[in-house]
């Protein structure tokens, strides 16, 4: 058997070695999820249900709303708000 023939063939399995590899975390992923707590999660977002308006004619109530819910919040998660770093 010459040389590269058999580099050939170890190149070979190593590729259905890695794609085996690749198909068997695509199928574990595939058939343990959606979890029970991602099904509520995603029948949650398709609810068709419209979510309610603040009151008035335009956002200005709801941006102080947001600007008093804001500095409410710990630091870590204002992460990216308002030149707040987020490392």
Do not use: H
């Amino acid at each position: 058997m010459s040389a590269s023939v058999r580099w050939f063939s170890r190149t070979a399995i190593t590729l259905v070695g890695v794609i085996a590899a690749l198909a068997a975390v695509w199928i574990y992923g595939r058939l343990t999820s959606p979890t029970a707590a991602q099904r509520e999660a995603l029948a949650v977002m398709a609810a068709d249900a419209p979510t309610p308006r603040p009151p008035g004619e335009n956002g200005f109530p709801l941006m102080l709303a947001l600007e008093a819910f804001d500095a409410a919040m710990p630091a870590s998660a204002r992460c990216g708000v308002r030149g707040v770093p987020c490392l």
